[in-house]
């Protein structure tokens, strides 16, 4: 697959499959039904999966580990977030964090 007009179809396809795949969610909704013990995981599984998302993407960087200056910023964003602040104070308050650290040369 080298030439565009192949390269197009694919990547209209991938957008018609993850468009359908994010539709189906609210379509779908309203009419299964799952036990509540089921519905309750699957709230967990979300933060479970968010929170190692957060925590790879916080700590490590390629196959090493990054300095202190990334992982407080994303703990003073996660403690905002925590305290319920605007989304706005969020990202500015956790990415000014990691900018003033590294500044006083902590990377």
């Known amino acids: 697959m080298t030439g565009r007009p192949e390269l197009i179809a ?3 396809t991938l957008a018609a499959g993850t468009y359908g795949f994010r539709l189906a969610g609210p379509l779908l909704r309203s009419r299964l ?3 509540p013990r089921v519905e309750r995981l699957l709230e967990t599984a979300a ?3 968010l929170a190692g998302l957060v925590a790879t993407t916080a700590l490590f960087e ?3 580990v990054v ?3 990334r992982p407080l910023g994303v703990l003073v964003g996660g403690v905002l977030a925590w305290r ?3 989304f706005l104070a969020v990202v500015l308050a956790a990415a000014g964090t990691a900018a003033v650290l590294r500044f006083c040369g902590v990377s």
């Open 84 to 86: 319920k602040a605007p």
């Open 10 to 12: 694919a990547a209209l």
């Open 62 to 64: 390629g196959h090493g």
């Open 33 to 35: 039904r799952f036990p």
């Open 47 to 49: 933060v479970v999966l």
């Open 67 to 69: 300095g202190p200056a």
